[in-house]
């Protein structure tokens, strides 16, 4: 065990041997962190929280009430092998959220990046990979090997299909069910969700140039209004990339997607 001094932790919370907890890491009342954990500087964890698996986490993180991070993921197909969750640093989880583990079948770790906002009642599955600055309303979840790139967000009350892509600062509106990918900057809306254009008023859309945005305007409309098939969108995609540096991140997205993209 690696307590540092300047760590604290309630008395009737429970950290079993083998922890690494950080300076200034805070503990609250009847927490169970088990063996093989390690939290890094600064991160709260509230009360009756438990932590376990072969969890890391890193700085400044913000874990609510009741939640249940690292625990055993929910596929039949697992047998207790050591997989892993890796979430970094200045990540917000609300009460009574869930993050899984990976398996061996995907990426054999969850792995969650940085400044990510879950609200209360999360769930996120294994093998999900989660970029940076996303977001999550409450009681949403994302189902197993599920993408969801950086500034991507999920409204409320939302299920998203095991392996659908999010694309960069796509959004999903409260109670969507998506089942197939949805491209960057795309907003999608219903059951299940379908494209509603360009989020003209989000602020990552706001700060590009005018070049760019009509960039991605031009892309949605390949998409959605010309209904282009998928292989010429890659060829522009990829005839744009010396021109416009927004073209790696749909580069990225049609190379992770599989499952066809939402029409």
Sequence with gaps: MSISP??????????????????????????????????????????????????TIGRDNTIGQFASIGEVNQDLKYANEPTTLVIGDRNQIGNKSTIHRGTIQGHSTTRIGDDNRFLNGVHIGH???????????????????????DGAQVGFMCAIHQFCVLGAH??????????????????????????????VNARTFMALDTRQQDFVHSLYSM???????????????????????????????FAQSTRGIIR
């Design 127 to 149: 093998d999900c990979v989660v970029g940076n600055a996303t977001f999550m309303g409450d009681n949403s979840g994302l189902a197993g090997h599920v993408v969801l790139d």
């Design 6 to 55: 300047l760590a604290r932790v309630a008395s009737n919370s429970v950290v079993e041997p083998g922890v690494v907890l950080g300076a200034h890491v805070n503990i609250g009342p009847f927490c169970v962190i088990s063996t093989g954990v390690v939290i890094g500087e600064g991160t709260i964890v509230g009360s009756h929280s438990v932590i376990n698996g072969l969890t």
């Design 223 to 253: 998409l959605y209004q010309q209904s282009l098939p998928i292989d010429e969108v890659k060829i522009a995609v990829k005839a744009s990339l010396s021109d416009f540096a927004l073209a790696a991140v749909f580069e990225r997205f």
């Design 170 to 199: 796509s959004r999903v509106a409260d109670q969507g069910g998506v089942v197939q990918d949805i491209p960057p900057f795309v907003m999608a809306d219903g059951n299940h969700a379908r494209p509603t254009g360009i989020d």
